[in-house]
Structures are given as structure tokens and as C-alpha cells.
């Protein structure tokens, strides 16, 4: 799954943002004789972003996600004042 892009509405922010997010895996666990663990072949079940906020000023509510192909410098407001990024996605 690619990683989605984000702007800012506030700051114009396109490349620094904090991201929250729960993800439930499945991995092959492999413990040496001596006790080291080595994860291999997860698989992402389930991912959900919770919460992305702007790094530069501190917004969720003024992050959007951004169109497929989008470099950002459109501008546009879909997304209206106030609303804040919560994205639910499933694999």
C-alpha cells in the first residue's frame, strides 16, 4: 500500500508530518539457541492512520490528504475549516 501524501492548510506544509497509526501483523518469529530474536515475513493484516498532524505547526485539524498525483501547489480547501485528517484504511 503506498504512503498516502498530506498538506497543510495552515502552514503549507507538504513533507514533515507526525503520524498515528495501529497496525495488526503476522510475522514468522525466529529465536536463536541463544535466546536472539530475528522477526521475518510479516504481514500487514490491518492498518489504520489515526492521527496526522503538521510537524511544523503543530495542526491535525488543517492536514488534508492530498489527490493521487498531486504536487500540492493547487491549493484548494475540500476539505473545509476545522476538519481534521482520520483515515481508516484496511488491507
Not at 43 to 61: A, F, K, Q
Request: glycine letters at 12%; a negative charge.
Amino acid at each position: 500500500m503506498p504512503a498516502a501524501r498530506y498538506r497543510c492548510r495552515s502552514c503549507g506544509n507538504l513533507t514533515r508530518f507526525d503520524v498515528t497509526l495501529s497496525r495488526r501483523t503476522r510475522a514468522f518469529h525466529h529465536y536463536t539457541v541463544g535466546g536472539d530474536l530475528t522477526v521475518e515475513d510479516e504481514d500487514v493484516l490491518d492498518e489504520r492512520i489515526e492521527e496526522v498532524s503538521c510537524r511544523w505547526c503543530g495542526s491535525p485539524r488543517a492536514v488534508e490528504p492530498m489527490a493521487a498525483g498531486s504536487s500540492g501547489a493547487e491549493g484548494g480547501d475540500e476539505g473545509g475549516a476545522g476538519s481534521a485528517v482520520v483515515i481508516e484504511e484496511a488491507t
